[in-house]
């Protein structure tokens, strides 16, 4: 339409999500190159030490997440844990076919500078 005009001003908040899963009493750093919560369902991609990885799951309105973190051509591993509602997921992570679990912890607020 014509003479209609205005100013607009558009900026990129990155916000990225990264974490660490517990093992053996090592802590190993995981990164996410995305991940969306969106109509009560978790989805990314991400790296850590043990390759990349591509999650997928339910997020209740009530805080409760549960995901599959599938690595790529490799197993999968099960996560459960509660947000915070402001920045933290916590919980824990389990290989039930290994008989292996512990502790992790993902945050919103990455800075995007720090890389695996």
Known sequence: MQGLS????MT???????????????ETEMIFDHMNIF??????????ENGEFEINGDFNPNGR???TKQY???????YEGQYDGNRIISGQWKIPSYN???AFEISKGYDPNWDL
């Open 72 to 78: 790529i051509g490799k197993h999968a591993v099960q």
């Open 65 to 67: 997440v549960n995901f």
């Open 100 to 102: 292996l679990c512990d």
């Open 39 to 48: 109509n009560n369902k978790i989805q990314g991609r991400g790296r850590d």
């Open 6 to 9: 205005d100013s607009f001003e």
């Open 12 to 26: 990129r908040v990155d916000k990225r999500w990264a974490g660490v899963y517990m093992q053996d009493g090592n």
